[in-house]
T-cell receptor, first 116, second 114 residues
């Protein structure tokens, strides 16, 4: 089945540690995204990537890093510089149309990160 | 700047009632897209609909319908004859030309009681 997978579903981290969240898609989509969701709020964009080996900062990129070495994979690293990392992290992908507006983003099941 | 407002934080209805979720947006662009997503307790966002700014026709899909009115900058979502499985958080989102990110509202939590 085609879709987006994220792992792990739950992740616990000690303060000061870096942690990497996995996102894989087999939809053959060019574009991938990472969003953060805090309780009672909508999603906010952390990073996005339109093609392999290219990525752009979103609205709240500080304390996060990404890589895009393969079309299928877009891992997110939450670094120790992120002051409040406890949140629900959602990965999405889309075909990646040239105009960027006719795209529909499809989401994975999310990873809930808790800092102890 | 663009903004999406979902003023209803939480709505509770009894099964088989109709319910409307409100979405009001702000944008200066003439070309934009509006979306609705459903987030069930499992957490994954499920895409429901996409509507472009030039198409004001209402849309119906089974028990779901959407009312897009540019004059009031609203894109409301109605569930007819609600069911327990409709219980979820529903997000309205806006996307404009030249911006990859979706701008989300804060969501409306719908609880359908049996």
């Amino acid at each position: 089945d085609g879709g987006i997978t994220q792992s792990p579903k739950y992740l616990f981290r000690k303060e000061g540690q870096n942690v990497t969240l996995s996102c894989e898609q087999n939809l053959n989509h060019d574009a991938m995204y990472w969003y953060r969701q805090d309780p009672g709020q909508g999603l906010r964009l952390i990073y996005y990537s339109q093609i392999v080996n290219d990525f752009q900062k979103g609205d709240i990129a500080e304390g996060y890093s990404v890589s895009r070495e393969k079309k299928e994979s877009f891992p997110l690293t939450v670094t120790s510089a992120q002051k409040n990392p406890t949140a629900f992290y959602l990965c999405a992908s889309s075909i990646g149309t040239p105009d960027g507006i006719t795209d529909t983003q499809y989401f994975g099941p999310g990873t809930r990160l808790t800092v102890l | 700047a663009q903004k999406v407002t979902q003023a209803q934080t939480e709505i509770s209805v009894v099964e088989k009632e109709d319910v409307t979720l409100d979405c009001v947006y702000e944008t200066r662009d003439t070309t934009y897209y509006l979306f609705w997503y459903k987030q069930p307790p499992s957490g994954e966002l499920v895409f429901l609909i996409r509507r472009n700014s030039f198409d004001e026709q209402n849309e119906i899909s089974g028990r779901y319908s959407w009312n897009f009115q540019k004059s009031t900058s609203s894109f409301n979502f109605t569930i007819t004859a609600s069911q327990v499985v409709d219980s979820a958080v529903y997000f309205c989102a806006l996307k404009k030309a030249g911006r990859r990110a979706l701008t989300f509202g804060s969501g409306t939590r719908l609880q359908v009681q049996p």
